[in-house]
């Protein structure tokens, strides 16, 4: 179906903007799966779209995966060019970007994956997890099959070995464990979502191989919690060269998260060292 989009949306960025693993360039446009579902996009006009779904599937799903009730353009503005330049900078880089509203297991599993690796690698690794416990749904615009992410019943029936063969390195014990807790109730991912921002890290924190960063990200990407600030090694490294004196969290808040995705973006592109 067409869509018209009149808010920031930009499909290249938001598939190189680190939150999403399954959202990758294909033929003339992109490929996007989420849990059990497969979407292909393109762009064919100014602010026009082609989603491969009907109407009752956008509305049902993908409207709210992409958040467009949102405006992030209205989220940008908050940005005053004379107080933060670098930041307005970066916003403008990165304008397209949206929060995806994604599934808290699989993101929960992406993040932890992730890990000490660098995206390609840990899109490939997901890639082998999924061919190996979740369900062929669809095959993409370039004939290859496309699987479902594993659910946590599937995924804690892989034997550790399987689960290494998938590249996961470490990580395979982690991802193991987090299956077998959602499946036994002693992690439960959806009454997490009742809790306060410094309750969800608490209990994100209790998960084997879940460490600050990660449930950060599974705060910011899995949870929605649009004022989440994951801090990796590049986002480390604009805090301490462009904000010595501290970033302006209260002024941004409760879209810090979004901020955040604008510097990380900005800051591993060519170039935005000047």
Request: charged share 30%; glycine share 6%; proline share 3%.
């Amino acid at each position: 179906m067409q869509v018209r989009i009149e808010d920031d949306f930009d499909l290249e960025k938001i598939a190189d903007s680190g939150q999403c693993f399954r959202f990758n360039e294909c033929g003339d446009g992109y490929s996007i799966v989420a849990g059990d579902k497969y979407l292909f996009v393109k762009k064919t006009g100014e602010r026009e779209y082609d989603f491969s779904c009907d109407e009752k599937e956008f509305k049902g799903f993908w409207k709210n995966y992409f958040d467009l009730e949102t405006s992030y353009s209205d989220i940008r503005h908050r940005i005053d060019k004379e107080q933060d330049e670098y930041l307005f900078r970066a916003s403008e880089f990165g304008k397209g970007i949206r929060i995806l509203r994604q599934d808290p297991w699989e993101m929960l599993i992406s993040f932890i994956i992730s890990q000490r690796k660098n995206i390609p690698a840990i899109k490939a690794a997901i890639e082998k997890l999924c061919a190996l416990a979740g369900d062929k749904i669809a095959e993409d615009t370039e004939g290859k099959d496309v699987y479902s992410f594993p659910t946590p019943l599937q995924l804690s029936k892989v034997p550790m070995e399987q689960l290494s063969a998938c590249s996961l390195g470490y990580r395979d014990k982690y991802v193991h464990r987090a299956a077998l807790d959602v499946v036994s109730g002693v992690c439960d991912l959806d009454s997490y979502k009742k809790l306060t921002d410094e309750e969800l890290m608490e209990k994100l924190l209790e998960l084997f191989g879940v460490g600050v960063k990660v449930a950060n990200c599974e705060i910011l990407f899995g949870y929605h919690r649009l004022d989440a600030f994951p801090k990796d090694v590049w986002i480390n490294r604009v805090l301490e060269q462009r904000y010595p004196e501290g970033f302006l969290f209260e002024k941004y808040a409760p879209y810090n998260g979004v901020m955040q995705q604008y510097l990380f973006f900005y800051s591993r592109s060519e170039g935005t060292g000047n």
